[in-house]
């Protein structure tokens, strides 16, 4: 963890006049150090097996605040439960949902991408945030 970043989110958490405490800087550190797309309640199981007691209503804050600066990407996928990732030194990709199983496939298309970019272009607009979910189903 870079001593900038958690400075950055000290001072986020100050701008939201919340206190800096072990349990909104677990679950910081648990989403910037693991890969991954998570919801609120497997970091919260996972931060209680490593002894550490968050409530629902501090990880879910926790997690907006993380979202609003930048720090974490919500995704919120067709069964309404929204998960995290870490967004810090990582680039733009987009995510396929394998349908039967849950799995979240990471992918980037330089060609989308374009095409996008121009199609927007084209309405007179300029794209400032996309997002590509793509379901889908193992071929057998
Ligand atoms: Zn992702």
Redesign the pocket.
Request: no cysteine; charged share 45%; proline share 0%.
């Given at each position: 963890m870079k001593n900038s970043y958690i400075i950055s989110f000290k001072e986020a958490l100050k701008k939201e006049n919340l206190k800096f405490t072990n349990q909104r800087y677990s679950i910081f550190k648990f989403l910037v150090n693991n890969d991954g797309?998570y919801d609120c309640d497997s970091i919260i199981n996972y931060l209680n097996k490593s002894k550490i007691k968050v409530s629902k209503a501090t990880a879910y804050r926790t997690l907006d605040l993380l979202v609003k600066y930048d720090f974490c990407?919500k995704m919120v996928l067709d069964d309404g439960i929204a998960r995290y990732?870490n967004k810090l030194d990582t680039e733009h990709?987009d995510?396929m949902i394998c349908v039967d199983t849950g799995k979240?496939i990471?992918f980037v298309s330089p060609e989308i991408e374009k095409i996008q970019d121009e199609i927007a272009q084209q309405k007179g607009y300029k794209i400032i945030k996309h997002v590509h979910q793509l379901f889908v189903k193992k071929i057998s």
């Open positions: 797309h990407r990732e990709h995510h979240i990471e």
